[in-house]
């Protein structure tokens, strides 16, 4: 079956392999060199377009990288690359970059343009921080940010494009010279396409399944582009998060990005989206799933310490039938777990929390952001006056698992919260842990960095105990 | 003035060597690497690579026309290992074939059996077992060993830097065309008459049959200074063999992994001063990791000695270096070229001296700052000297006294988020320290519409050179710079460059072009006496476009001008070399007068450390720096910025590891971290210190390149400030980077981190 998609102002036919990456594609077959490969890991945006795809009456654009994204992912849509941005003469946001001199070798700019125009395209909020995010994803190693931050300031003192709906938004930009008049007749383009065909869900005979595929195509872009007989999970259901009989249930294929805007994820977990920040960048968050974070088994799985604690279980479904694991119990060695390779994760549920519960996360990493912990921990915890009735801290990075804590949670039920209680918790941990010496850190300070975030996060929760807390 | 480059980046429309289209035929090239980091081989065996489908050939070292050497200073590297193998990613084989896929997927169907040996990792433990690159290097001034006696205070310690792998955006890449017997050679190259003269080497071939070509480079940071020859030569050679086009690339992973870095030191220094706080006595002893072989290891020693006292005058200097042989890709030339390296030495004496002392750190810096006329351990004197000047001008700007207080009133408050501060001042040489390399020329065509074209040696990587270039000739011709365009970087136009390098791109070569347009502009001048009745050259201007006798008012428009000189058969073209005057080093004494210039500056750095979780942000850099008198402040900023995020991530976050085998395990970008838009201080001010330069310079500014780097060392010392103020007994180890892990460790008191 041939894929097609508009890219830029152009429609595309290809019976390429699915698999392919989209940055070759484009670069290889299309011959647009302005998306370049940096890294092929997802690290420094080079190779950044935009995916615009068509939802409840609109096009949604997100950022993507592009050598991380099989050519499938296009199928039906809009793909955008620095190309389908250039006007007759420089955008504004291409003015300002030249004036602000945010650009020196050049090898980068075109993934910095490409993601800011689109956070103009679709962010909810116009926010410098959430602009700022926005090109994250982006590494320039001449400049070292200055000027872009100064470009993207600019920028946004100039462009007034709130309260504005998906198509008055549209109009504006193109009006204001930051995207060409074709974007225009994408959506009509876009609607006549035929459904999405599905490239998904029944190849039961499928070597290799993908969902994002942001770690799978690092680790293994060159097999699986090679991969003829390949699924790729990209049909989820609208109603991909859930409520029912107090359970929250999450598709499996759900994007992190998608899974932090989530008003009843954020109804749970109101720090959401500081989690997603630390997760990884957006482009990142726009195609890695929570089911592939599972899936993936890193010990340092990120949404899965929150889901540790959130008492998750996964369904897997096989030709029709399905069966339950708890997350808990999910994991058995390093990449290795209970799931028969015909199993496929289908989604992901757990209780809703109810009464006086906080959800606390800490991440540290060598670099602040969008780095991979030394040591990541999340922590569940119910508390009535400052006694706590039930609590859960899960901690990654150091064991082979992302692993519950469980003797430490037992250990603090019921106890109240202290400096002197706390540190024996930390203690306790200390003996359930097996962290080892690696890039990350040495395991002395992965066992010391555990103690220091639980102690954080009891310190987030009740600072007034802490006070004069002694390390 | 805008940089007109900016505009084709932001387009996206900017090529690259990835981006050009092949010719058909051409093939790709990957190497074949060592696996083992020391050991001889026994046996390569690639039979059955070769039969794989795609696969068009294997060279080995065997199939070298000429010599089997890519090493220019000392010829101790060959471009395929023969006998033994130094360290990991070593090239055994060049692999040919049709695809990069079925290159790289050939490796492992390439046996290569080698006796291993224990390998050397530590530049102290090549030193003891006497594996030194060359012989060892001693600067000296006064007489230490009589001063220590005078010496109130004495404080030792050893100091140790990381490596820093420099993360040009563009990986490298060559891409070689074979023509009539020779080849031309596209390559993303800081060098290319080196990328020339190797191949030439390699293929027993006259210099003039290899053509090289550099349009431009997707970053460079010194990366690409020595070490784009391998890959160009092993291009160059593929295509000679094989008679069609070959292309190499790295991916980012084999970049990191095959490559050199900024070198690691390991050093001793013994510090000695009076109860005033003035430095009278400094030791030091330095041991670099160069790798397996010299590449420009001694180049860069050298210039860690030149700069072993940063910015501050020292009566008695004892330095001697070492440049240490180790089973590691050959470290290489990174910005600073060694000086950083030798100024985080210096900078950590005095931190430990204030400590003892019970001062800060700025007290005994500001009190031995270099004063007009100082004589720098290596001969020269400070000449036109603005480290005062750029320190007070820091001190009125951004009062650190100040700051100080601000922040101990903060620590005070605050139990576990603890802030510091530090000052970092800078004066760094320009010029190559082997002045041989201190020259430059420059082709420029006038073409009969009036427009022009520059080729020179400098090879545009980013840092604005092409743009400065333009600006020069706009101005002595006076016309629009649209009409000007600086050509590819090409050894037929511009023979026996010099890298561009050491931050003297715009100098050197700036200088050419304007001595050829000079020539061109009397040439003209001469040619339009007559036509506007001039009594001589004097009366003749070159003025927005026309040229005007400025006494009668006429003037010739510069196109017709142009137009009549060609029908009158005038010489439209001008070729003028340029070398740098009053320039040497004698390195029988190691004194001289090795820098045309220094450039001076002071930064002030506040971090912020959460003491709880080891981890820290860089609030803010302020920095007074001496621009001289910027052609283009834009683009000199820009380059300011950028040079203060590498000091500040080599002196953070930036680490390379290496495992016990020498197998690098930083070994892609999610492993190795560079500053992210997060990373970026909240506050970066530049304050650019005019201070018109006189020597052998472009349009009295000064180079710009490499000096801000070294600000960012002052960020180590701001994050020790903050930890000591956590805790005063914490023991300061001076071994950068200061990863989280350090900082969480140190504050623990660890003995191991």
């Known amino acids: ?471 | 003035m805008k940089n007109d480059d900016w505009v084709k980046h932001v387009t996206g429309t900017s090529k690259f060597i990835n981006d050009v289209p092949l010719l058909s035929g051409t093939l790709h090239a990957f190497v074949f690497t060592s696996p083992i980091a020391k050991g001889k081989i026994i046996d390569l065996n690639y039979f059955k690579a070769l039969e794989l489908s795609g696969i068009k050939n294997v060279l080995t070292y065997k199939d070298i026309p000429g010599v089997n050497q890519l090493g220019t200073i000392i010829k101790d590297e060959p471009l395929l290992a023969e006998n033994e193998v130094h360290f990991i990613g070593q090239p055994l084989a060049i692999i040919i074939g049709e695809d990069e896929h079925c290159v790289r997927n050939a490796i492992k169907f390439i046996e290569c059996k080698i006796e291993e040996e224990a390998p050397i990792l530590d530049p102290r433990e090549a030193f003891r077992k006497n594996e030194l690159i060359a012989p060892p290097v001693t600067f000296a001034l006064g007489n230490v060993d009589a001063a220590w006696k005078e010496c109130d205070v004495i404080v030792e310690g050893a100091v140790n830097s990381g490596g820093q792998e420099h993360v040009y955006l563009e990986t490298q890449s060559a891409y070689s065309v074979p023509l009539e017997g020779g080849i031309k050679i596209y390559s993303s190259t800081q060098s290319p008459t080196a990328v020339q003269r190797v191949t030439a080497g390699i293929l027993n071939l006259p210099m003039h049959k290899i053509e090289v070509d550099v349009l431009r480079l997707g970053g460079g940071f010194g990366g690409k200074e020595d070490q784009a020859t391998v890959w160009a030569a092993i291009a160059g050679l593929a295509s000679y063999v094989m008679q069609t086009p070959v292309k190499i690339s790295l991916s980012r992973h084999e970049d990191i992994m095959l490559t050199g870095k900024r070198h690691p030191y390991s050093s001793d220094y013994k510090i000695g001063l009076n109860s005033e706080g003035e430095i009278l006595a400094y030791e030091v002893y330095f041991y670099q990791n160069a790798g397996a072989s010299a590449d420009l290891s001694t180049a860069i020693l050298e210039r860690t000695m030149f700069h072993c006292t940063n910015s501050y005058f020292i009566p008695n200097v004892k330095a001697t270096a070492y440049s240490c042989r180790t089973n590691l890709p050959p470290n290489t030339a990174f910005r600073g070229f060694g000086g950083p390296q030798g100024m985080f030495v210096i900078e950590s004496a005095i931190h430990k001296a204030a400590s003892k002392l019970n001062v800060e750190p700025c007290i005994i810096q500001e009190k031995n700052l270099l004063n007009e006329g100082d004589e720098f351990p290596y001969g020269q004197k400070a000449v036109n000297c603005v480290s005062h000047k750029a320190w007070f001008k820091a001190k009125e700007l951004f009062p650190f006294e100040k700051l100080s207080e601000e922040i101990s009133l903060f620590n005070i408050k605050n139990k576990l988020l603890k802030k510091g501060m530090a000052v970092m001042p800078i004066c760094f040489g320009i010029s190559f320290t082997n002045a041989m390399l201190n020259q430059a020329s420059a082709l420029v065509h006038i073409y009969t519409d009036g427009s022009v074209g520059i080729s020179t040696g400098a090879v545009e990587m980013g840092q604005g050179v092409n743009m400065k270039l333009r600006q020069v000739a706009a101005s002595i011709f006076s016309i629009n710079i649209n009409k000007i365009k600086i050509e590819t970087t090409n050894t037929t136009r511009a023979a026996n460059t010099s890298p561009t390098a050491a931050s003297t791109g715009a100098d050197l070569n700036g200088n050419a072009v304007e001595k050829a347009c000079n020539t061109l502009a009397e040439r003209l001048k001469h040619f339009a006496v007559n036509l506007l009745k001039a009594k001589d050259i004097d009366q003749l201007k070159l003025k927005d476009e026309q040229i005007l006798n400025t006494q009668t008012g006429t003037s010739i428009l510069w196109d017709d001008l142009i137009l009549q000189a060609y029908f009158k058969r005038i010489d439209l073209s001008e070729h003028a070399h340029y070398a740098t005057p009053k320039i040497y080093f004698d390195r029988t004494i190691n004194k001289g007068n090795p820098f045309a210039y220094h450039v001076y500056g002071t930064a002030v750095i506040q971090v912020e450390v959460d003491c709880l979780r080891g981890v820290y942000k860089i609030n803010s850099v302020k920095a007074v720096h001496d621009f001289g008198k910027s052609i283009n402040p834009a683009i000199d900023k820009s380059q300011a910025e950028g040079a203060i995020m590498q000091g500040l991530g080599w002196m953070t976050l930036e680490e390379i590891r290496h495992d016990s085998r020498g197998k690098i395990l930083s070994d892609t970008l999610s492993a190795y971290k560079v500053p992210d838009v997060h990373f970026t201080p909240e506050v970066l001010e530049i304050e650019f210190l005019e201070n018109p330069n006189k020597s052998a310079a472009i349009f009295n500014s000064k180079a710009i390149g490499e000096p801000p780097l070294m600000y960012g060392i002052g960020a180590y010392f701001a994050i020790a400030n903050a930890i000591k103020s956590f805790r005063q007994e914490v023991d300061i180890l001076y071994d950068a980077p200061f990863t989280p892990e350090k900082v969480l460790m140190s504050i623990l008191g660890s003995p191991n981190c």
């Open chain 1, 1 to 471: 079956m041939n894929i097609q998609f508009i890219c830029n102002n152009a429609l595309i036919e290809t019976d390429q392999s699915p698999s392919t990456t989209l940055l070759d594609f484009i670069r290889k077959e299309l011959k647009y060199t302005g998306a370049k490969e940096g890294c092929r890991e997802g690290d420094c945006g080079a190779c950044a377009v935009l995916i615009g795809e068509l939802k409840n009456d609109k096009i949604i654009y997100k950022t993507i990288n592009s050598c991380l994204t099989p050519l499938a992912a296009a199928n039906g849509k809009h793909v955008v690359t620095i190309e389908g941005l250039n006007l007759y003469e420089l955008s504004l946001i291409q003015q300002v970059f030249v004036r602000e001199g945010a650009a020196q070798c050049g090898f980068c700019t075109p993934g910095f343009i490409v993601a800011f125009t689109g956070f103009l395209l679709s962010s909810y909020n116009l926010s410098v921080d959430e602009a700022i995010d926005s090109i994250a994803g982006n590494l320039c190693r001449c400049t070292g940010h200055y000027s872009i931050i100064r470009a993207i300031k600019n920028i946004l003192d100039e462009v007034q494009i709130n309260n504005l709906s998906s198509a008055q938004r549209l109009k504006k930009l193109v009006d204001l010279n930051i995207i060409p008049e074709y974007f225009l007749n994408i959506k009509n383009k876009l609607e006549s396409f035929k459904k999405e065909q599905p490239l998904t869900e029944t190849n039961d005979d499928a070597s290799f399944t993908i969902a994002g595929g942001t770690d799978l195509y690092v680790q293994q872009g060159y097999k699986l582009t090679r991969e003829k007989n390949i699924l790729i999970h990209l049909k989820i259901s609208d109603e991909s998060i859930r409520i029912s009989d107090n359970n929250c249930f999450i598709n499996a294929a759900v994007t992190i990005e998608d899974f932090s805007n989530s008003e009843i994820i954020k109804a749970i977990f109101p720090n959401v989206k500081e989690f997603a920040n630390l997760f990884g960048s957006l482009p990142i968050r726009n195609r890695a799933t929570v089911g592939g974070n599972i899936i993936n088994a890193s010990p340092i799985a990120d949404i899965t310490s929150l889901l540790l604690v959130l008492d998750a279980v996964l369904i897997f479904s096989n030709k029709g039938s399905v069966r339950e694991v708890k997350l808990s119990d999910f994991y058995k060695g390093y990449k290795q777990f209970d799931k028969l390779p015909e199993e496929i994760l289908s989604s992901v549920y757990f209780e809703v929390p109810s009464g006086n519960y906080n959800i606390s996360y800490e991440k540290v990493s060598k670099r602040l952001h969008l780095d991979i912990a030394s040591v990541n921990t999340t922590m569940f915890i119910i508390t009535d006056d400052n006694r706590i009735s039930a609590v859960r801290i899960s901690a990654g990075g150091v064991a082979p698992i992302p692993m519950l804590l469980k003797k430490t949670s037992v250990f603090l039920t019921g106890k109240q919260i202290s400096e002197e209680t706390v540190k024996e918790a930390s203690s306790i941990a200390a003996e359930e842990i097996k962290p080892i010496s690696d890039i990350r850190g040495s395991a002395q300070y992965k066992m010391l960095l555990l103690n220091r975030l639980i102690l954080a996060h009891f310190i987030k929760l009740h600072p007034e105990l802490f006070e004069e807390v002694t390390l």
